[in-house]
């Protein structure tokens, strides 16, 4: 297997609609998706589009949420996880398991905030980086 385009960059923010403007105030990035609640994930989300790819903001909605443990670590934000296209997530799912890498949570996909399903790869397998897998959308 190998991963397809870089889909977006995940970027925990502690607060959603100032991190919007301050992309749209210092990089011309205006072009952003209305703020949705995941609360089956924790997460309010974002994404700020770019000419190439989108930068994903994530939000927590409350002190169990595995962003604001995040933030507790890095209260002013930063890089969450990087989230690449897959053709077969679960053929994906099956070829990391198969290489030793660790899937999160049960290891089954869930739907994502893209509404495709996606997995995440413990860091220890990527240099330290969260990696998200995600079902090619429908373009």
């Keep these: 297997m190998q991963v397809g385009r870089l889909n977006h960059v995940g970027v925990a923010v502690p607060d959603i609609e100032a991190a919007k403007q301050t992309y749209a105030d210092l990089y011309g990035a205006t072009e952003a998706t209305e703020t949705r609640d995941f609360p089956h994930l924790g997460v309010r989300v974002a994404f700020v589009k770019l000419a190439n790819s989108e930068i994903e903001l994530l939000e927590p909605l409350g002190a169990d949420s595995p962003v604001h443990k ?24 099956d070829d990391m398991r198969a290489k030793g890498a660790t899937v999160l949570g049960t290891g089954d996909p869930y739907v994502g905030a893209h509404g495709v399903p996606v997995i995440f790869i413990h860091p220890k397998e990527s240099c330290g980086l969260l990696i998200e897998l995600m079902q090619e959308p429908a373009r």
């Excluded at 890095?74 to 989230?83: F, V, Y």
């Design 70 to 93: 995040f933030l507790e670590r890095n209260p002013k934000g930063g890089q969450h996880h990087l989230c690449f296209e897959v053709p077969d997530i679960i053929a994906a799912r």
